[in-house]
């Protein structure tokens, strides 16, 4: 069973810039939908962005244009570029595979001034 690490949370200013990182256990070449979600306190788990093995990209409309999603099958890598960070993006963030793969430990960004 693959196993996913995230890093890179942090505190950052509003409008700054953050890139999160998921690491897996075992090669992820073969998994065809890896994603990043997001919990705000006192709020549900909600869907970031997707990507799919052939590179194409899903965004929520809360981070489109602001987000970007990529993965590096060769590193067992999936990232999250954040930029124009706002204080509504602060979250704990995880990796996950859908529907029903494992989830990261989940990682803190906190955009405050």
């Known amino acids: 069973q693959v196993q996913f690490v995230e890093s890179g949370g942090g505190l950052v200013q509003p409008g700054g810039s953050l890139r999160l990182s998921c690491v897996a256990s075992t090669s992820i070449f073969n998994i065809v939908v890896m994603g990043w979600y997001r919990q705000a306190p006192g709020k549900q788990r909600e869907l970031v962005a997707t990507?799919?093995?052939?590179?194409?990209?899903n965004y929520a409309g809360s981070v489109k244009g602001r987000f970007t999603i990529s993965r590096d099958n060769a590193k067992n890598t999936v990232y999250l570029q954040m930029s124009s960070l706002r204080f509504e993006d602060t979250a704990v963030y995880y990796c996950?595979?859908?529907?029903?793969?494992?989830w990261g430990q989940g990682t803190q960004v906190t955009v405050s001034s």
């Open positions: 990507i799919i093995k052939g590179g194409g990209t």
């Open positions: 996950h595979a859908p529907p029903n793969g494992p």
